[in-house]
């Protein structure tokens, strides 16, 4: 029997992003969900993850937290999915999955709770500045339909959910021509519809009384 694959998220989290993730691997997995507060900080769940945070995933007698890491174990653990490249050609894969949960996120998230960095500030930084990491990002969706190389990988998970995210939801990100045709290029995937309708049904479901 194949090891149980269950999946600890809440649907409005980065969980979406891993969701995404299992729905392009295509195998079946189990769902715990957890509220916000006392319950994703109880010592149930911080046996899982110490962090209190979502999303997480058990498999067999791994568990895997932080959700890049999230999306390159499922592409490993499943590699009939081909959502990685051959060992020898992940020069760029690893590179923009890691840039996505490093430079990206920081530059976003600093910028969207109002941290200013100075310029004697930037070395200090692995991202440098906000300006550098969207002009890097734009360069190379310019140049190509997907992140990593000519074919959609786990990587494109990763950074396209955060580009959607940026221009859509969080409203963080430049509306810079590459960034709006790659989110609509990655949206279009069906795992991704899937993956969607999947946490908004159960954010629906987590917020109906009784």
Same mark, same amino acid.
């Given at each position: 029997?194949?090891?149980e ?20 691997v ?6 715990? =969900? ?6 994703? +900080?109880?010592?149930? %769940? ?6 209190? +945070? ?12 932080? =959700? $890049?890491?999230?999306?390159? %174990? ?19 894969? %690893? ?36 300006? =550098? ?10 140049a ?8 959609f ?12 995210w940026g221009l859509?939801?969080?409203? =963080?990100?430049? +509306? ?27 954010? $629906?479901?987590?917020d109906?009384?009784?």
């Amino acid at each position: 029997m194949a090891d149980e694959l269950v999946f600890h998220t809440h649907p409005q989290s980065r969980g979406r992003i891993a969701r995404w993730m299992l729905e392009e691997v295509g195998v079946p997995y189990r769902v715990e =969900t957890w509220q916000y507060g006392d319950e994703m +900080k109880s010592e149930r %769940y911080r046996r899982i993850n110490p962090m209190g +945070k979502v999303p997480a995933i058990c498999h067999g007698e791994q568990v895997v937290i932080e =959700t $890049a890491a999230i999306c390159a %174990y499922l592409a490993d653990a499943f590699p009939e999915a081909g959502l990685a490249p051959p060992v020898g050609q992940r020069g760029a894969y %690893y590179r923009w999955l890691f840039f996505g949960a490093g430079p990206l996120e920081a530059a976003v998230t600093n910028r969207s709770i109002g941290v200013e960095v100075s310029a004697d500030h930037e070395l200090m930084l692995g991202y440098g500045n906000l300006g =550098t990491v969207m002009d890097v990002l734009e360069a190379e969706l310019t140049a190509r339909d997907y992140i990593a190389g000519d074919r959609f990988t786990a990587a494109d998970v990763y950074v396209g959910a955060h580009i959607t995210w940026g221009l859509n939801m969080m409203e =963080t990100l430049e +509306k810079r021509p590459a960034f709006i045709d790659y989110s609509e290029r990655v949206s279009a995937r069906p795992a991704q519809q899937r993956a969607t309708a999947l946490d908004d049904q159960l954010s $629906a479901d987590m917020d109906s009384p009784g």
